[in-house]
T-cell receptor, first 113, second 113 residues
Framework: DAMVIQNPRYQVTQFGKPVTLSCSQT?????MYWYQQKSSQAPKLLFH???????NEADTPDNFQSRRPNTSFCFLDIRSPGLGDAAMYLC????????????FGPGTRLTVT | QQQVKQSPQSLIVQKGGISIINCAYE??????FPWYQQFPGKGPALLIA???DVSEKKEGRFTISFNKSAKQFSLHIMDSQPGDSATYFC????????????WGLGTSLAVNP
């Protein structure tokens, strides 16, 4: 089945140690999103890609970076994780034509020790 | 500035009852209004969505009512079941060039058996 896959599902990193989360999709969607979701809060959009065009939200900290080497893969890099970055990170995809719908992956739960 | 306001924050309903969650938006450019259901530890899943050219959409026990003049939309869950206990998010977006969602803050629904 076509889907959005996130690896790993659970990630533990140390304070200040860089970490990379990955997302892949078999939907061939040209738009990919990264969200941060903290407990009991709504998902917060960090950035999204239209094809290779990167769109950063104004309030996304510089500590968060992203790479999209091809249509199928997208990475979230946290350069120096702080305790406040512990959250669920959600990847989503959509296509830029036809009915608008975002398809979400299962998320990666990041713990910072 | 929150562009999508969701209420109530939490809701308790008896099994078989009707659950009603309301959202209001500000941006008249929005033309896509989805509801997402999220269980603990999982990514959001699209439940039902509506466009502003219709006033109501029903899928099984779930109905969206849309009032364009009031800039409000609501989710009705008929015959609520304990398995419906989850967090529900409304969102709004534009199916044009900038496809991203603005999210409500969520409603935690508990259906008592």
């Amino acid at each position: 089945d076509a889907m959005v896959i996130q690896n790993p599902r659970y990630q533990v990193t140390q304070f200040g140690k860089p970490v990379t989360l990955s997302c892949s999709q078999t939907l061939n969607h040209n738009v990919m999103y990264w969200y941060q979701q903290k407990s009991s809060q709504a998902p917060k959009l960090l950035f999204h890609y239209y094809d290779k065009d990167f769109n950063n939200e104004a309030d996304t900290p510089d500590n968060f970076q992203s790479r999209r080497p091809n249509t199928s893969f997208c990475f979230l890099d946290i350069r120096s994780p702080g305790l406040g970055d512990a959250a669920m990170y959600l990847c989503a995809t959509s296509i830029d034509r036809g009915p608008f719908r975002e398809y979400f992956g299962p998320g990666t739960r990041l713990t910072v020790t | 500035q929150q562009q999508v306001k969701q209420s109530p924050q939490s809701l308790i309903v008896q099994k078989g009852g009707i659950s009603i969650i309301n959202c209001a938006y500000e941006n008249t450019a929005f033309d896509y209004f989805p509801w997402y259901q999220q269980f603990p530890g999982k990514g959001p899943a699209l439940l039902i969505a509506i466009r502003p050219d219709v006033s109501e959409k029903k899928e099984g026990r779930f109905t969206i009512s849309f009032n364009k003049s009031a800039k409000q939309f609501s989710l009705h869950i008929m015959d609520s079941q304990p398995g419906d206990s989850a967090t529900y998010f409304c969102a709004a977006g534009n199916a044009g060039n900038n496809r991203k969602l603005i999210w409500g803050l969520g409603t935690s629904l508990a259906v008592n058996p």
